[in-house]
C-alpha cells in the first residue's frame, strides 16, 4: 500500500514538474503587458417585455427600438447606436433576441398618440433572458425605473444552497459519458464503476433539477452544458440523498432565432467508438430540438482477491487472480418542442429513448490453500462466467411555465413518467482443475420500473428584499423483478432450478411531499428559512412464498435554514443546516444471493429502512483580482439508522458448506465532519488552476448489529485541474485525483449491480489516485474542434477495499481500461434567421450571420 502511495505521488509531482515548466514556458515567451488570447466571443441574450396602455390593454403595433450607449472618445460625449428593434404583436408582446451581454442599453419605446417610453437596461448578473415586465404607456408617459448593470457570472458562483462548476467546454470529457464529465468537477470523486461520491457520500443524481432514471454511463458528456454541486440542499429540494445532497445534470439548451446544432465523431484505443448530434430550430412561437447519440465502450480490466479464512476445518486461504472484457453499447435519442404561447406562458414537450446492452465477460483463477497440520494441500480452479443485460428506458415530461407581469413571481408544473425494462442471463462454469470437476450454473433475470412524478412550483418576490416559494410534489414508483437460478445436472445434463429460492420480487414506492420557504436579504445579512414535509410508503412482495415487507412513514418534517454575512464586497459567511433522508436502493433491498463472485456472495435485505441525516456546514468565500476565488467549508453530519455493509455466515444446502454472506443493516449512529477548500486560481490570463481538498473523519457505530463493533477513520481527498490555453487555437487540460483509504465509499446504486459497495463497519477502500490529459484545437475558425485525451496516465486507478470481520480478512483490488486515448471530432453550425421557415425571394447579404456558439 504505502509503495502504491509512493509511486503515485512521485507521477504526480512529475507531472506537476511539467505543467510549471509549461507555465514558465509561457512567461518567458510572452512579450511584457501581453494580454494574452483570446476567450471567445460573449454570451448573448433576450430582453421581453410587454407594451400596455393605461387600462392594461396591450397595445399593438408600437415600435421598441434598443439602442447601445457608448462614449465617443473623439468628443467624450454619449453616443447611442442602434442594436436591435421590432413591432409588438397584437397583444403588446415584444422580444429582442440576440443582445450582447455586459454592455449598456437604452430601450425606447413609442406608439401615435401615446407618451414615448426610454429606460435604460441591463441583463442582471448570472440572467440573460431579462424579462422587462409590462410597461405602460400614458398620455404622460414616464422613464421607468434603471434596471441595475451588474458583470457576468462568474464560473464558479456560490448562492445560498448551490455551487456550480461549468464543464461545457471540458476536453477529457469529450466522447465520453457522464462518469467522465463528473470525474473531473471539483468536489466529486468517481470510481471505476460509475459510482459517485461527495465528502465520501452518494449525492442523489438529478438531470435538469429532477431525480433521473439514467445511470451515468446512459448519458453522453457532450450534451452536459454545467454540474450543480448542492451539498446542504434547502427545504425546496427532494429529501433524499442522505449524508451527500445533490449533484444537478444540467444539459444543453439553445432557444435562439434560426437554427443551430453540433455533429460529434470518436473513437478510442479500446474499440470504442461514439457518434452523436443535436440540432435546434427556432422560429416565431416555436422551438424545436433534437439530439441523438450511440456510444460503444469496450474495457479491459484486472482483479485480485486474497482471503484468509479464520473458520473452517481445515483454515484455508483463497487467492482469485482475473480478468475481464466489458462491451457495452447504448443509443440515446431524445426530442421536443418549445411553445412560446407568449411572453408569459411556455409549454414544453420531450420525448426520449434510450436502449443499451451490456455483455461482460470474466475468467478468475481460484487457488485455495488448505492449512492442514505439517503439511499444506492446495486445490485449484478457473470459473468463466459470460453476461448479458439488455435494457430499454422511455420516458416523456410536460413542462408548463407561466410569468407574471410582476418581475420575479412565476408558476411552474411539469409532469415526468418513465418505464425502464431489463433482461438479462448469466452462465458460470468452474473447471476444479485438480480433480476433474465441473460445475455448471446459470442465472436469468429480468424486470421493470415505472416512474411517475408530478410536481408544482411557485415563486414571488414580496419585495426586492423579501421572497416566497412554495411547491408541491408527488413520485410513484413501481419494481418488478425476477431472478431464477439454476444448476447443471450433470447426469440428466438439464438445467434444474433452485426452487428454494424466492425468485419474484416486487415493490411499490411512494413520496408525497410539500415545501415551503422565505427568503429575506436584509443588506449585509440574509437568512432562507424552510420547512419540506414527505410521506412515503414501501410494500415489497414475494409473490412465491407470500410474504409482504412493509415500511410507512406517514409523515416526516424537513426543515432548514441559511444565514448569510456580507462581510464587505468579497468576502461572504454562510452558515447551513438541513434534515434529510436516504431511502434503501434497489439492490440493498433485493432479497437475493449474488453467486458471480464465490469469494464476495452478497444479499440485499428487504426490512431495511430509510436512514435520517441532521447535517451543518458553514462557508467562507473570497473574490480576488483576476477572477481567483477561494472557498472553505466546515461541515458536521450525523446519521441515524445507517444503511451499512455486514457479512454473516450461514449453511448454503446448494453449496453443503457454510458460507460467508455480505449483506446490508441498518446501523445505530454514525457520524461525519471535515473541511474543504476550493482555490480557482488564475495563474495567467492563459492558465488556470482549480485546487480540491478535503479533509474528514467517519465513524460508523454498529453495535447494535455486533458487539463492538464501531469503525472510525480519518482520511483526505485532493483534485486537481489545470486549463492552459495556447497560441493556435490549442487547449491543455491536466486532471488528478488522490483519495486516501477511507471507510467503505457508498454506492449511488446507479445501476451497477452489486459492484457499488457501501458504508461498512468491517472495513475501508484502499487509497487511489490518477493523472488524465487532454488537448484539443480548435479548427475552421472556432467552427470545429479536434480533442485527444488519455484517462489514467500512470494506471494507478485501482478500485479496492480492506475488509476484516470475525470470519475473514480479505485484501482486494481492481484496475479498469488505464491509458485509453480517446479522440473525438465536433463540429458546430448554425444560422440566425428570424424568417427559418419561409421562402424569401429578395437576396440579402448575410455575412457575418453565422451563429456558431
Known amino acids: 500500500m504505502q509503495s502504491f502511495e509512493r509511486s503515485f505521488i512521485g507521477r504526480l509531482v512529475l507531472v506537476l514538474i511539467l505543467v510549471f515548466g509549461v507555465i514558465t514556458l509561457d512567461f518567458a515567451q510572452r512579450p511584457t503587458g501581453a494580454g494574452g488570447w483570446n476567450r471567445g466571443a460573449a454570451a448573448n441574450g433576450r430582453f421581453y417585455g410587454k407594451v400596455v396602455d393605461e387600462d392594461g390593454k396591450g397595445v399593438g403595433y408600437a415600435a421598441v427600438q434598443l439602442y447601445e450607449k457608448t462614449m465617443a472618445p473623439e468628443t467624450d460625449q454619449a453616443t447611442e447606436t442602434l442594436v436591435s428593434g421590432q413591432i409588438t404583436a397584437d397583444n403588446g408582446d415584444f422580444s429582442l433576441e440576440n443582445v450582447p451581454a455586459g454592455k449598456k442599453y437604452v430601450l425606447k419605446i413609442s406608439f401615435l398618440g401615446l407618451g414615448d417610453v426610454e429606460q435604460e437596461v441591463a441583463f442582471e448578473k448570472g440572467n440573460m433572458d431579462m424579462d422587462l415586465g409590462n410597461i405602460t404607456l400614458s398620455a404622460d408617459a414616464e422613464n421607468l425605473e434603471e434596471v441595475v448593470v451588474t458583470g457576468q457570472a462568474s464560473t464558479v ?241 410536460v413542462l408548463y411555465k407561466h410569468l407574471f407581469p410582476k418581475k420575479g413571481k412565476e408558476l411552474t408544473a411539469d409532469f415526468n413518467i418513465n418505464r425502464i425494462s431489463i433482461e438479462g442471463m448469466g452462465n458460470f462454469r468452474t473447471d476444479y482443475t485438480t480433480s476433474n470437476v465441473i460445475s455448471r450454473e446459470r442465472q436469468e433475470n429480468g424486470g421493470g420500473t415505472n416512474f411517475i412524478t408530478a410536481q408544482a412550483d411557485y415563486v414571488e418576490e414580496l419585495n426586492p428584499q423579501m421572497k416566497l416559494e412554495a411547491g408541491v410534489r408527488a413520485a410513484v ?125 452478497r444479499r440485499g435485505n428487504a426490512n431495511l429502512v430509510p436512514e435520517f441525516t441532521n447535517s451543518l456546514e458553514g462557508t467562507y468565500q473570497n473574490f480576488f ?144 489516485g490518477y493523472v488524465d490529459a487532454a488537448v484539443r484545437k480548435d479548427l475552421f475558425n472556432r467552427k470545429a474542434n479536434l480533442t485527444v485525451s488519455i484517462n489514467d496516465i500512470f494506471g494507478t486507478r485501482k478500485s479496492g477495499s480492506y475488509s476484516e470481520s470475525e470470519f475473514f480478512i480479505q485484501d482486494s483490488w481492481r484496475l479498469r481500461a488505464p491509458q485509453q486515448v480517446r479522440v473525438n471530432f465536433s463540429y458546430r453550425f448554425g444560422k440566425v434567421d428570424s424568417s427559418l421557415f419561409k421562402r424569401k425571394n429578395n437576396r440579402v447579404n448575410n455575412e457575418g450571420m453565422d451563429m456558431m456558439q
Not at 483454515?315 to 418549445?338: C, E, K, Y
Not at 412513514?553 to 434529510?580: G, M
Not at 447494535?704 to 487540460?733: C, H, S, Y
Open 157 to 397: 458562483t456560490l448562492a445560498l444552497d448551490r455551487k456550480v462548476f461549468k464543464v461545457e467546454k471540458n476536453a477529457m470529457a469529450a466522447g465520453g459519458t457522464a462518469e467522465d464529465a463528473l470525474k473531473n468537477v471539483p468536489s466529486l470523486s468517481v470510481d471505476i464503476d460509475g459510482n459517485v461520491t461527495l465528502r465520501n457520500s452518494a449525492p442523489q443524481i438529478f438531470v435538469d433539477g429532477r431525480p433521473t432514471t439514467l445511470s451515468l454511463d446512459q448519458i453522453p458528456a457532450d450534451a452536459i452544458e454545467s454540474v450543480e454541486v448542492v451539498t446542504n440542499p434547502s427545504a425546496k429540494y427532494d429529501a433524499s440523498g442522505g449524508q451527500a445532497g445533490i449533484v444537478n445534470i444540467v444539459m444543453k439548451k439553445n432557444r435562439s432565432l434560426g437554427y443551430n446544432g453540433n455533429i460529434r465523431l470518436g473513437g478510442d484505443t479500446q474499440g470504442g467508438y461514439n457518434v452523436g448530434g443535436n440540432l435546434n430550430a427556432r422560429e416565431g412561437k416555436i422551438n424545436a430540438f433534437l439530439s441523438f447519440n450511440l456510444n460503444s465502450r469496450r474495457s479491459q480490466s484486472e482483479q485480485e482477491t486474497y482471503r484468509q479464512n479464520l473458520v473452517g476445518s481445515p483454515l484455508t486461504d483463497v487467492t482469485q487472480t482475473g480478468s475481464s472484457d466489458f462491451i457495452g453499447q447504448f443509443m440515446n435519442a431524445r426530442a421536443g418542442f418549445d411553445w412560446f404561447v407568449d411572453n408569459r406562458n411556455t409549454f414544453t414537450i420531450t420525448g426520449s429513448a434510450t436502449r443499451g446492452k451490456f455483455t461482460p465477460e470474466n475468467v478468475i483463477n481460484i487457488r485455495t490453500d488448505s492449512l492442514f497440520p505439517g503439511r499444506t494441500a492446495f486445490s485449484e480452479a478457473v470459473r468463466i462466467s459470460d453476461s448479458e443485460r439488455e435494457f430499454r428506458n422511455m420516458g416523456a415530461s
Open 477 to 601: 414508483r413501481s419494481f418488478d423483478n425476477s431472478n431464477a437460478n439454476f444448476v447443471l445436472n450433470q447426469n440428466t445434463n438439464e438445467w434444474v432450478r433452485r426452487s428454494n429460492f424466492a425468485d419474484l420480487y416486487e415493490f411499490e414506492d411512494n413520496v408525497y411531499a410539500a415545501y415551503t420557504a422565505f427568503s429575506h436579504d436584509l443588506g449585509k445579512w440574509g437568512y432562507q428559512i424552510g420547512l419540506r414535509a414527505e410521506s412515503s410508503t414501501y410494500v415489497g412482495t414475494l409473490p412465491e412464498s407470500d410474504v409482504t415487507f412493509e415500511n410507512n412513514f406517514p409523515l416526516s418534517l424537513f426543515p432548514s435554514a441559511f444565514l448569510t454575512r456580507k462581510l464587505n464586497e468579497k468576502d461572504v459567511l454562510q452558515f447551513s443546516y438541513s434534515r434529510r433522508i436516504n431511502r434503501p436502493n434497489f439492490f440493498q433491498l433485493l432479497p437475493f444471493t449474488d453467486f458471480s463472485d464465490s469469494l464476495n456472495l
Open 625 to 768: 483580482e483576476n477572477g481567483n476565488n477561494l472557498l472553505i467549508s466546515v461541515y458536521y453530519k450525523q446519521a441515524s439508522d445507517l444503511i451499512t455493509s455486514y457479512q454473516f455466515q450461514e449453511f448454503d444446502p446448494n453449496l453443503n458448506r457454510d458460507v460467508v454472506i455480505t449483506s446490508y443493516a441498518n446501523s445505530s449512529n454514525s457520524e461525519a465532519y471535515g473541511v474543504e477548500v476550493t482555490f480557482r486560481n488564475a495563474v495567467t490570463k492563459a492558465i488556470e488552476m482549480t485546487t480540491n481538498v478535503n479533509l474528514y473523519n467517519s465513524k460508523v457505530d454498529a453495535s447494535n448489529v455486533e458487539a463492538g463493533l464501531i469503525n472510525e477513520r480519518f482520511t483526505w481527498f485532493a483534485k486537481e485541474n489545470i486549463d492552459i490555453r495556447l497560441p493556435a487555437g490549442f487547449t491543455m487540460q491536466l486532471s488528478g485525483e488522490y483519495q486516501g483509504p477511507a471507510a467503505f465509499t457508498p454506492s449511488d446504486g446507479g445501476g451497477h449491480g452489486w459492484r457499488g459497495v457501501t458504508n461498512s463497519a468491517q472495513g475501508y477502500t484502499i487509497g487511489r
